[in-house]
Structures are given as C-alpha cells and as structure tokens.
C-alpha cells in the first residue's frame, strides 16, 4: 500500500551566487562588502534539507527513491547502497538507510547513514503533518558533489503542515526546520527556518513537473565561520517556484521570480531579485546600493 506524502519538498533553494557581470552601478573609491559566505552557507542548508523532503516524498510514494538510485545501477535500488523500509502505525514510519559506506547517487553526492520520516496521514489531507527526522545516531552523511572527502554531517528536523485549502483554492503548508550540521573541517551551523508554501497550480496532476509554488517566509542561523545572519522573503514579492523550468529540460534555478534578502551581522544586507519569471538561472544582488548580475547555483 502506498502512503502519499510529499509530492514535492520545496523549501527554497540556491543563494550561492557567483558574480558574473560587471557594476551597474559603482564608486571604485567606495569600499563594499561583498562576502558570500553565509548566503553560501544558507544555500547548502536549504538544500540539505529539501534534498531529505524530496527523498521523502518518493520513498513514500513509491516505496523507492529512484532519484537518489546509485549512480551506476539500473535499479532504482542496490541492496548494497541504499534501502526504504515501512512500519505502518500511528504515525506511519519509513527508515531511509544509506547503510555505513558511501553511496555515490545520481546528482554526484555521496550518501551514508540515515533518517526517518513520520505521517499521520496524506500529503493532500489537511492536519497532515510530515516530520523528517535526522538524529546524531543516525548518522547521516552528505558529501558536496563528485567529492566524498569534504562532507557534512546532517541532524535537526523537517517539520510539513498541511493547512488546507486559502481563499485562493490552494493548498498551504506551514514547513519549518531546526537543524544543525558539522562540516568535516570541525565547525558546526545552525539553521532554522519557517515558510509558508502555497500550491499555486498543478495539485490536480500526478506529476511533480508542472507545479509551481509561491513562497514566504523567513530564516536565522549561524554560519560555519559562527557568524549571524537573517534570511527575509519579500511579503510582497514571494519566491516563485516553477518546475515546469525543468519538464521543458532548462536546466536552471526553478526559481523564477520574487526577492528576498540576506542580513550577516555587521554587514550590509544582500538584496536578491529573481526578475519577472524566465526560467533561467539569473538573478540581481544589490549591496550598499550596487547591483551585480548573478548566477544562481
């Protein structure tokens, strides 16, 4: 029997940025602070954990988690590489087990140890709540991609609320984190994040690849070099999710269009702007009134 939870976990992904194109605007005599490494750091965790949400979703759907299969199989699954388990009850349980060596996967990460997911009901149900949970015996590893010598270990949990349907007709989620991860070089981040995630269209299909979700929300944590910093959604200008980028094979960030900005303490904010919906990975960084063209990975 199948147990339909997430049909997609978005949370928000990318702000590793790479700056590609020159000043639109600029005082060369101006000193600016241009330091990516918390928006680098946020990036990793926001995509840590939506990587586990989607693993999720297909593990229950499906019983397999055939994005994640290793690389040089043709199953969805080798029993020496990764396997999906079930306990029915209340809450239904399902273990994913990446087992105790490394598990290269198709998206080039390395994969070790696992986490559990818990529902107490389906993903379309309203009260549904959805916890992903990674604890420190677990021991769930993620490498950073083709490499499995600089990795991170992954803790915290993944917490998905079915709200029902708003006065659009849309289904909401509240999905909020409270995580934690220890990079192989000895330093530790912390995470949290609460969103609020509103099904715009493609809840009627069976196919991930055409929904599109409208984000909202706002994020803290510590970076690995134990800075502070503040993550903030323009109310006003959500983070557009379209996964039909990716049915129409373009290869980009997914998401499209809205803004967002990133605080560092005692820095200046980042203010990030996702343009008017091309699928594309493009997007404007601004910081102490210069913009810079982006890529976003």
Known sequence: MRYPLLKLSVLVVALVITIIGCKKKSDENEPLEYDTQSSQDNALA???YDDMGTMADQAADSNTINYYRPENGNSILGSNCASVSLATGSPN???IDFHSNWCKC?????RKGLFTVSFNGAYRDSGTV???TATEANNYYVSYPDDSTRWIKVTGTHTVTNRGHNSNGHLTFDVNVDGKLHINTGSDMTWN???VREWVSGESTGTPLDDQYSITGNA??????????????DQSNPLFVDLTCFAQHLYSCKITKGKFSLTPANKP????????GACDNKATVTVNNVSFEILVR
């Open 193 to 195: 994040s609460q969103r």
């Open 93 to 95: 349980i399902i273990t």
């Open 106 to 110: 198709w998206d080039g990460r390395y």
């Open 220 to 233: 803290t944590g510590i970076s690995f070099e134990g800075v502070h910093f503040t993550v903030s959604i």
């Open 269 to 276: 904010t980042r203010y990030i702007d996702f343009g008017t």
């Open 46 to 48: 926001e995509n840590t």
């Open 130 to 132: 959805i916890t992903i």
